[in-house]
């Protein structure tokens, strides 16, 4: 193995051949949401790959194309799948930019441009990780599958069905991404999964018409009370939801991820401060980072009923209208949560109407897998630090696809500076971020080499 020190230096002196690599892709917007120059980046990417000495193709779906690469050894003993997405969230508000969104600019060893760290700047790392250690006469004796899909930032609409489809193509024995920032601390982060969700909508309705307050208050049902009221039923003041059925299935975190939470840095003091908030919500004898990763929350996302402009109104709501969101955590699938949600509200509104809005089962792959902890070795390695390890995050992402339909342990890591303002104007990666992502793709690749082949 190519000691990280060597690594180091190695990309240093072809920093200026990476930047110009990472600039053009840059340069070449990719708003999935607008449909903005899709295709020319996926073809971008394709020829990113080959110049890395990569076989890569485009491959079709219903939306955006992939942009999909191949390397290493047919008879390989290990495959590791590497995802990254090559479609950028849209730039406005474009006055709040320094400088152009797709023309980037360095500015204090930063790189400013939309998209450079979510995310080509992030899996642009692993390509060239691959490039380096070929040039170095060390090119791992894995394959490398590289899965760069063009609609994240739209919610993947078509990844599983193209995964589905292609489930031969992309077989592998684990699958990788780089993507989301580092840890304030400026440690990487390693995580393992991600929370679920379900959003659903319960509209409750009183009279079949809003009614004068006056003429008709008193006898005449009121749809923004009935709906308080059924809200009420379904969550203990200590913010557990008080729905049957809701938390069946939830797996505790198993002692091995017990120990990584209380690992997790966390300045319970700073947090609220920084929120202005005097508490946190949830059972007091559950941990911040337990909260957010083992539970599923039950949350309001929208209440709608009755008058609350300009001046008064003088109405009884007809209807009232709530958005739950809940976030769910292995053990749960959405439409379970879904059916215990809508059994419990015919319970007490038999009339209300409930509608599904979203869901995505959550994903969650063993931290004490082998190749978990190869991946997070590789990461200690690679920055001269240990990462910040999560088995979940609280977020939610299309993880299930790679771990429930293609049975990949999938792993993430972070090569993105904490501050990178993703989704946000004046989005940026430091020139070390981007450096250390090369470095830790490289360190990784010849680990796994080592270890498994
Ligand atoms: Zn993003």
């Known amino acids: 193995m190519i000691p990280v020190e060597t690594l180091r230096s190695e990309v240093d002196s072809r920093f200026d051949e990476y930047l110009q690599t990472l600039f053009r892709l840059l340069r070449q917007p990719s708003i999935s949401a607008q449909g903005v120059g899709v295709d020319e980046c996926a073809g971008l990417v394709v020829q990113t790959l080959e110049s890395a000495g990569i076989d890569a193709r485009i491959l079709q779906t219903e939306g955006s194309p992939v942009a999909y690469g191949e390397v290493g050894p047919d008879d390989a003993k290990f495959t590791l799948l590497v995802y990254g997405h090559y479609d950028v969230q849209p730039p406005e508000p474009l006055d709040e930019w320094h400088s152009e969104p797709f023309e980037p600019t360095i500015r204090d060893g930063r790189i400013y441009a939309r998209g450079v760290g979510d995310n ?59 993507d989301g920032p580092q840890h304030p601390s400026g440690r990487p982060v390693v995580f393992f999964g991600v929370r679920g969700m379900l959003a659903a909508e319960v509209k409750v309705r009183g009279a079949n018409r809003d009614l004068h307050s006056g003429n008709w208050g008193g006898p005449i049902p009121n749809g923004a009370w009935k709906l308080v009221e059924l809200l009420s039923t379904m969550r203990t003041p200590e913010g557990r939801a008080a729905i049957e059925g809701f938390y069946d299935g939830v797996e505790p975190p198993t002692d091995f991820e017990r120990k990584l939470l209380e690992e997790i840095p966390f300045d319970e003091e700073g947090t609220k401060a920084h929120l202005g908030i005097t508490g946190f919500d949830g059972p007091a004898d559950m941990s911040y980072y337990e909260k957010i990763m083992f539970q599923p929350t039950f949350t309001i996302a929208g209440l709608n009923s009755g ?101 990949l342990p999938a792993i993430w890591t972070t090569y993105a500076n904490y501050d990178e303002d993703n989704h946000a104007p004046n989005e940026n990666m430091t020139l070390q971020a981007f450096r250390d992502g090369i470095v830790a793709s490289s360190v990784l690749f010849q680990k796994i080499a080592a270890e498994y082949s």
């Not at 090119?139 to 193209?162: D, M, Q, T, V, Y």
């Not at 879904?338 to 319970?347: G, K, S, T, Y």
Request: hydrophobic share 40%; proline share 8%.
């Open 120 to 178: 080509k700047g992030q899996f642009l790392g692993s390509i060239l990780a691959f490039k380096l250690l070929s040039e170095l006469g060390a090119a791992p004796g894995i394959k490398l599958k590289f899965l760069i899909e063009g609609e994240e930032e739209n919610g993947s609409r078509n990844l599983r069905s193209f995964v589905n489809a292609h489930r031969d193509l992309l077989k592998a024995d684990a699958f990788f991404a780089a």
């Open 307 to 407: 008058y609350t402009g300009e001046g008064k109104k003088s109405v009884i709501p007809s209807e009232a209208v709530v958005r739950l969101e809940c976030r769910l955590v292995p053990g749960q699938q959405p439409d379970q949560v879904l059916e215990a949600i809508e059994q419990h509200v015919r319970m007490y509104v038999p009339d209300a109407e409930v509608r599904k809005l979203a869901g995505q089962p959550p994903s969650k792959t063993s931290p004490e897998l082998p190749i978990s902890q190869t991946a997070v070795a590789a990461m200690a390695d690679a920055y001269g630090v240990n990462p910040v390890v999560m088995p979940l995050l609280g977020a939610t992402a299309p993880n299930y696809i790679f771990t429930d339909d293609l049975g």
